[in-house]
């Protein structure tokens, strides 16, 4: 059954309204005012709001753009008065599906619902065939056939089956939200939204904001009610990237949510909101260490610890080298348009005995940088390795080394911050223009560590 939410301050037209669409068999919400509507809709889901122009408390163009803010998709049909029209066009150009003019034929006030409920049913399965596509390529995008990956891809299919919290620990690099995502698509969730979060790189005063959401006027420069993380993952997934980085007030809010499933959003008047979102975590760290030095809750750590999935590091699934490095090289090649067709066995060994402290990332820069250098259709040796030589090659001189140490830091440290090099500047305390000036050093781009 689809729920309407209807807006008119005139009781006698939302009681009928009500009564005719309750006889189609729709459910129906009523408001006779703005901020009581908004506070329905925040409440309960509805697919389709019939709005009032000119309310007595709130404009009906202003309560719809604050009804979007609470759900971005849903489909809103204006009511106006004939003297009104130009408004309610411009209604349309701001988001509203359609407009009736008073007074109006029920049966069109039902052909436009028809409609509108149509054409966001479509909509939204467009949306999500497009998004089960991307997934479903991400998944497909996890190589390797070392066991340690075979059994990682074990625990991902068992675990999709649960509803159980998932706690992922691996290294810097090592995949973990691919395989966040490859637990999204396996699961029953897969339909819903799949949201990620690095809670490293939100500064901790805006982090209960960003993952909670806030509404108007919460604080200064609330203009706009906001939906929360969380809200933005109802029926879905959250993905919290390096919650071993969550500062503890916030492991405290956090550890009641995922007991409670509802929470408040700041300025929300102590109305809260309820969620049902599969939590995901992960982290680089080793959480029961980071417990036993006081920097993770150990309640917290047990509800999102129920089912661990380690990633094993590069140097430990060496079998999968070659497959990723081919798997990169495609990739280069076809975003440079370079005609390189494959990586000599000399490189292939190199690659394999190298440590790969920066993990899969460092492998996919290594080639990436090696693709751009090319003038053969052939990755030579002289491509790979120009700054950091191999474990073969025993002690490095001590330029070698401090460049190697320097490259890696960076790549982990843009991997954090997703590509913000304003904050990677702040967390390794250098100006930005000389961070940027390191990173060309490096031939590193933060553009290439950034979610899409």
Not at 349 to 367: C, D, H, M, S
Request: net charge neutral.
């Amino acid at each position: 059954m689809d729920n309407i939410l209807v807006v008119d301050d005139d009781r006698n037209i939302l009681k009928v309204i009500k009564m005719r669409l309750e006889a189609e068999g729709y459910g129906v919400g009523t408001a006779v005012q703005g901020e009581k509507a908004l506070k329905v809709a925040r409440e309960k889901v509805f697919d389709l709001a019939i709005v009032d122009l000119k309310l007595a408390d709130k404009d009906g163009i202003e309560l719809m753009e604050d009804l979007h803010q609470v759900n971005p998709e849903l489909p809103i049909i204006i009511l106006t008065a004939y003297g009104t029209i130009n408004n309610a066009v411009e209604a349309m150009k701001k988001g509203a599906c359609s407009y009736l003019t008073k007074p109006f034929e029920y049966h069109e006030l039902l052909l436009q619902i028809g409609n509108g409920l149509k054409k966001n049913r479509l909509s939204t399965e467009v949306k999500r065939l497009r998004n089960l596509l991307k997934r479903k390529y991400e998944f497909g995008n996890i190589i390797g056939k070392s066991d340690k990956m075979r059994r990682v891809l074990e625990q991902v299919t068992l675990a999709g089956e649960t509803d159980y919290s998932v706690h992922i620990e691996g290294e810097s690099g090592t995949g973990k939200e691919l395989i966040a995502k490859a637990l999204h698509v396996v699961s029953e969730r897969e339909s819903g939204p799949f949201v990620a979060i690095n809670c490293a790189a939100i500064p901790e005063p805006l982090l209960e904001s960003e993952l909670f959401g806030y509404e108007r006027g919460a604080f200064t420069g609330a203009a706009h009610s906001k939906m929360g993380f969380f809200s933005q993952a109802h029926k879905g997934t959250l993905f919290l990237d390096e919650i071993s980085e969550m500062p503890l007030s916030m492991q405290a809010k956090l550890l009641r949510v995922l007991e409670e499933r509802e929470f408040y959003r700041l300025g929300g008047r102590g109305k809260t909101v309820k969620v049902d979102v599969w939590i995901i975590a992960a982290s680089n760290k080793n959480l029961e260490e980071e417990m036993r030095k006081g920097n993770f809750r150990e309640d917290l750590f047990y509800r999102i610890h129920v089912i661990p999935i380690t990633l094993p590091p590069l140097r430990e699934r060496k079998e999968d080298i070659p497959l990723l490095a081919k798997h990169f090289l495609k990739k280069s090649a076809e975003k440079t348009k370079k005609e390189i067709m494959d990586i000599s066995p000399a490189v292939l060994q190199k690659l394999v005995l190298y440590p790969w402290p920066g993990n899969i990332r460092e492998l996919a820069n290594t080639i990436e940088c090696a693709v751009a250098m090319a003038t053969q259709n052939v990755i030579t040796e002289d491509l790979i390795f120009q700054a950091q030589g191999s474990e073969e090659d025993g002690l490095k001189p001590l330029r070698n080394a401090k460049e190697e140490f320097e490259k890696n830091y960076l790549i982990q440290l843009i991997e954090l911050t997703q590509g913000n090099v304003s904050q990677a500047a702040k967390l390794a305390g250098k100006y930005r223009a000389d961070l940027y000036q390191l990173l060309r050093k490096y031939r590193l781009k933060p553009a290439d560590f950034r979610k899409i």
